[in-house]
């Protein structure tokens, strides 16, 4: 058997988050090692939607036009009530100068993971597979991990460990953390489908029913019968409905047919989130630490910002320039995430499947009279870009600590706390300087900023008018590695508030 020197840290679980959390560790120079029980990665398409933020976080390392290249883009979302279409809604237009990705992704789960495993070999970090962990009660104390493989048993000893094993994470259940919550009791199908008619092209498809629900992504192809992802309610409501039986249904209520499919399956929605994503040495990330419903296709980019924000923080302690408590931010910044995700879209899906009567009037009546209201009035109103800023989680705020909490009486900063507003540009605007996955400062048409970032040790970048982002030229920012802006302050005495807002050395 071909020893492994131990790991700084463990990562258990090749799905996407495993793996940019991998990546992101390798890439910063951290020694990583991944291991999943299963044999091979997964084949089926499950999540199928990159949100802008995600598609951010692989431009900082470089991957965006991988994923695009192997992507379909949906600009448009288009609700209907049965067989009834309502317009379209451009959620492209909503996002369009907020981001360098103003649309909705569509890209099978499977193809994400072959980019991302293709990467992290090249990274010369093999993913680990046939390679079970067993229960460890101690792990949190020691980061000791006994894994079997094909090949025999080992102990492998990291500093850290990240439990990325999918909802039903052994790892979680190891350490008798709860994973509070519950599970919908409808149950729900999700098919892939070719020479699918009956949906709007190019477009999210949305469509409620007096007892039906039914969602659609286009997955590429021929847009005159596209190879579509739906996912809905279904019929009766039983686990056991065959797709013969869904094919009817679906037929039937929303005028949507497919001549063939290539993966049919079932599951119940569960909403639930880990009690804590930290225990010693251990991590939750991903499916192990929170689950909820497909509404706004948030999973699994909710697992990938998870990654992205674990890693650079582990990256930071492993290399000296943060204490090891710096690491409960982890938690203090993204469970908060986790339960408003699961607190909406919780109360979206409930809306959309709930068969109280109340429930079913909204869908029958109010749906049909506001849906076109909604459409026309929604991309001319100001501050419509909110709605593509929480699709596209690209809005998502993390208090900076515990006193700017109290300071702003809870009134959360358009700026601080927030991920780095984009400012357009030559070779990628103001993100390109994020590839270096350092703290930097920024300084947007204001005085030169040199000097403080020297006087910090850290890098500098100066940038034309901030236009209309959020930023102020009479503001320089702190900007940490991650591409969320830590502080801002006036050009006098900025140096002495980032010094503050930045991690201790150890």
């Not at 909705?104 to 193809?111: D, F, N, Y």
């Amino acid at each position: 058997m071909n020893e492994q020197p131990d790991p700084d840290v463990l990562v258990i679980g090749a799905g996407p988050t495993g793996l940019l959390l991998a990546i992101v560790l390798s890439r910063l120079g951290v020694r990583v090692q991944i291991v999943d029980r299963k044999a091979h990665p997964t084949r089926e398409s499950r999540a199928v939607v990159l949100q802008a933020r995600t598609l951010e976080i692989y431009d900082q390392l470089g991957l965006a036009e991988r994923m695009t290249a192997a992507s379909a883009a949906a600009r448009l979302v288009a609700p209907g009530y049965g067989r009834r279409r309502f317009g379209v809604l451009p959620i492209g237009e909503l996002g369009s100068g907020i981001t360098p990705f103003p649309r909705l992704t569509v890209l099978e789960q499977s193809k994400t993971e072959s980019i991302l495993g293709e990467y992290l070999a090249e990274l010369s970090v093999p993913v680990q597979w046939n390679t079970e962990v067993e229960p460890a009660h101690d792990v949190a104390d020691s980061g000791s991990v006994t894994v079997r493989s094909p090949e025999g048993s080992r102990v492998i000893r990291a500093r850290y460990v990240v439990g990325a094993d999918g909802s039903n994470s052994l790892v979680r259940r190891s350490l008798g953390i709860s994973f509070d919550g519950s599970t919908n009791t409808h149950s729900f199908f999700v098919c892939d489908t070719d020479n699918t008619r009956g949906l709007t092209a190019n477009a999210v498809n949305v469509r409620l029913g007096d007892a039906e629900f039914l969602l659609s992504f286009p997955l590429g192809g021929d847009d005159s019968g596209g190879h579509h992802r739906i996912i809905g309610l279904l019929p009766s409501g039983g686990s056991e409905i065959d797709e013969e039986a869904t094919r009817a249904t679906v037929d039937e209520v929303f005028g949507v047919s497919w001549s063939e499919s290539h993966w049919f399956s079932t599951y119940r929605v569960q909403h639930r989130v880990a009690s804590t994503f930290r225990r010693g040495r251990v991590f939750f990330a991903g499916d192990a630490a929170h689950v909820h419903s497909p509404v706004g296709a948030q999973g699994m980019n909710t697992g990938l910002q998870d990654a992205h924000n674990l890693a650079i923080k582990i990256a930071e302690v492993i290399s000296g320039t943060a204490p090891d408590e710096y690491l409960d931010r982890y938690e203090a910044e993204r469970r908060p995430v986790a339960v408003r995700l699961i607190a909406t879209t919780d109360r979206v899906f409930g809306l959309a499947t709930s068969s109280t009567r109340r429930a079913r009037l909204v869908r029958r009546r109010l749906a049909p009279l506001l849906a076109p209201l909604v459409i026309r009035v929604i991309p001319r109103v100001r501050g419509a870009s909110r709605f593509f800023g929480y699709l596209s989680q690209t809005r998502i705020h993390y208090w900076m600590d515990a006193e700017e909490k109290q300071r702003s009486r809870g009134r959360r900063d358009p700026v601080v706390g927030r991920r780095l507003p984009w400012v357009a540009g030559a070779n990628g605007g103001n993100y390109a300087v994020l590839r270096a996955f350092e703290w930097q400062v920024h300084g947007y048409g204001g005085a030169d900023v040199a000097p403080i970032g020297a006087a910090l040790g850290i890098a500098s970048h100066r940038f034309p008018s901030p236009g209309t982002t959020g930023l102020a030229s009479s503001l320089v920012y702190l900007v940490r590695p991650d591409g969320f802006v830590a502080a801002a302050a006036p050009h006098a005495g900025a140096a002495r508030v980032f010094a503050a807002a930045m991690p201790t050395p150890r």
